[in-house]
């Protein structure tokens, strides 16, 4: 079945860092694929998104690309705050026809910022 | 408006006791969606509502009840749960259950299973 491979945490990084974090997916269709992020004790946020092969998604500085020949979604940051300190996954659901909120997750990358 | 609410936040319970979750959106979407999530776990799909209806029912023991009473409402009622059911329990909601639009999640309640 489709499932999702995220890059083991915790990672530790300072203020001002360069941020990556690794996703790789295995589906047999055309899956959308997403980042959420949940802070401590919250429920899960969307971060951003991408449908369809070489799609970029961006939001507050992250961006992540949808690599089909890599089946990649690799999230970036260029320069991290304390304020991103939280657990980031990477998501996929069944491309077309399927529901994007029917999610397969990966097991969670935990991001801590120091000052 | 891009909220799903949940209530309660926390919830403490006994295994012979009879509880309900509550969900709430008023976005007017057609799909509802609840979540399990384990500590340091991903969270993982229990029940899918489309329209209404119990689309999905991912293998989930019957001491979990989920209840669709309108298309703004989702319920789960829980009954003699046990303290491994112990968990963050989500909920999602999507504009529609056949398109591509994003979910989005409430804050979760935190269930205790004593």
């Known amino acids: 079945g489709d499932s999702v491979t995220q890059m083991e945490g915790p990672v530790t990084l300072s203020e001002e860092a360069f941020l990556t974090i690794n996703c790789t997916y295995t589906?047999?269709?055309?899956?959308?694929l997403f980042w959420y992020v949940q802070y401590p004790g919250e429920g899960l946020q969307l971060l951003l998104k991408?449908?369809?092969?070489?799609d970029k998604g961006s939001n507050k500085g992250f961006e992540a690309t949808y690599r089909k020949e890599t089946t990649s979604f690799h999230l970036e940051k260029g320069s991290v705050q304390v304020s991103d300190s939280a657990v980031y996954f990477c998501?996929?659901?069944?491309?077309?026809?399927?529901?994007?909120?029917?999610?397969?997750f990966g097991k969670g990358t935990k991001l801590s910022v120091k000052p | 408006d891009t909220e799903v609410t949940q209530t309660p936040k926390h919830l403490v319970m006994g295994m012979t006791n009879k509880k309900s979750l509550k969900c709430e959106q008023h976005m007017g979407h057609r799909a509802m969606y609840w979540y399990k999530q384990k500590a340091k776990k991903p969270p993982e799909l229990m029940f899918v509502y489309s329209y209404e209806k119990l689309s999905i029912n991912e293998s989930v023991p019957s001491r979990f009840s989920p209840e669709c009473p309108n298309s703004s409402l989702l319920n789960l009622h829980l009954h003699a749960l046990q303290p491994e059911d112990s968990a963050l329990y989500l909920c999602?909601?999507?504009?529609?259950?056949?398109?591509?639009?994003?979910?989005?999640f409430g804050q979760g309640t935190r269930l205790t299973v004593v």
């Open positions: 999602a909601s999507s504009q529609d259950p056949e398109g591509s639009t994003e979910a989005f």
């Open positions: 589906a047999t269709g055309y899956p959308s």
């Open positions: 991408a449908t369809k092969a070489d």
């Open positions: 998501a996929l659901s069944e491309g077309y026809g399927g529901s994007q909120g029917n999610l397969i």
